[in-house]
């Protein structure tokens, strides 16, 4: 894929951007903890941070399709920049920062729904579901790069300098992409789009999603799949049941991340582009299976195995998923399809989180981590039995012949 001069500018501006997001984040929350004193203040900024995410996708999705792509993504990173900076100012009324980090979130929709759509124009065939696999292990690894390097980084240089640290990566995002990626024209012309409301292109893209079963089926494995994050929100107190010490929380909390690297690397390496459609709703169900058994974990070592082996299928599932989807979705909604998918995603990860820590207050960490796993295995189960998992199995069989 890195021979693809347009893929490497779309991935490394990615890389820079998720790495200084995680720096922010970690920035965000100690700037609000320092001038509150209150754990709760410093959480629900942090939480600012993914939340507009729910609805960006949905309710600006559309840019990416009423305006060309590049240009899009490129304005997304500089318009960030811009309000990246004065967070830096000392002093800054809470309220205004937290308008500025919702803001902020809400313009990395469109350049999340324009790379996705653009993605099937820069690599074409096989090598789109290689790309989807690099992204997937490039974003858990600088996930947790930029996590550990950022609490290290704090330690040497202030909080506010951290967040123009954050805005640099934007400038060098977009410089990135200006350099790198070719301009295109948009997919849905000026005249095409006359007349046309901002409800009717958000109506346009759930119709896209919904109305298509193939599509419908492929997003609900994504979103349903993305419960299997849950694990993740309760390590710390499962950790604590084990009576494990840091190194073991840290192995625990990476585990299902390095399951993805894995998942992903080895699904688009040794099996085929068929059997890989094929596999989309298995893998996902087989995903979920080692965590029903987290309950009967006997150590804390058993449940790390456990949580990997979850990891590989899920990420082998989400690669071929989202690549079978964004090659799916007409190209003049592309960016509407592929907005509202990646809101979803983030809900669903925050919903099977919330369960997961609800389940664990009335009966255990381990148990609500097995509850979670097999509400998420039946419900991928119904897919895979009903006229939408049909419907998909008949799409790659054509593809197929074809």
Known sequence: MFRVREFTGLWSAELVSIVGDQLARIAFSVIVYERTGSAAWSALVYALTFFPALLGGVLLGWVADRYPRRRVMIASDLLRVLLVVPMAIPGIPLVALGALIVLTVLLATPHTSAQGALLPEVLPGDLLERGFAVRQITNQTAQIVGFAGGGALLALIDARVALLVNALTFAVSAGLLWALVRPRPAPVSEQEDAGEGWT????????????????????????????????????????????????????????????????????????????????????????????????????IWVAILLWVVTGAFFAASLVQAQASFVRAAPAAVRGRATGLA?????????????????????????????????????????????????????????????
């Open 200 to 299: 009717t292109k958000i109506r346009e893209g759930l119709h896209v999603v919904f109305g298509d079963r193939a599509l419908r089926t492929l997003v609900i494995v994504i979103w349903l799949g993305a419960c299997y994050i849950a694990p993740e929100g309760l390590a710390v107190p499962i950790a604590s049941m084990y009576d494990a010490g840091p190194l073991a929380l840290g192995l625990l909390m990476a585990s299902i991340p390095a399951g993805s690297v894995l998942g992903a690397f080895a699904s688009t390496r040794w099996i085929s582009p068929e059997r890989r459609e094929r596999a989309i709703v298995p893998c996902a169900v087989v995903a979920g299976i080692p965590l029903i058994f987290t309950v009967v974990a006997p150590n």
């Open 342 to 402: 990646a809101s979803g995603l983030v809900a669903a990860q925050g919903v099977g989180v919330l369960i997961g820590g609800l389940v664990a207050e009335e009966l255990s960490p381990t148990a609500a981590v097995s509850v979670v796993g097999a509400g998420t295995v039946l419900g991928l189960l119904a897919v895979a039995i009903s006229r939408g998992g049909r419907a998909l199995r008949r799409e790659v069989t054509e593809d197929d012949s074809r």
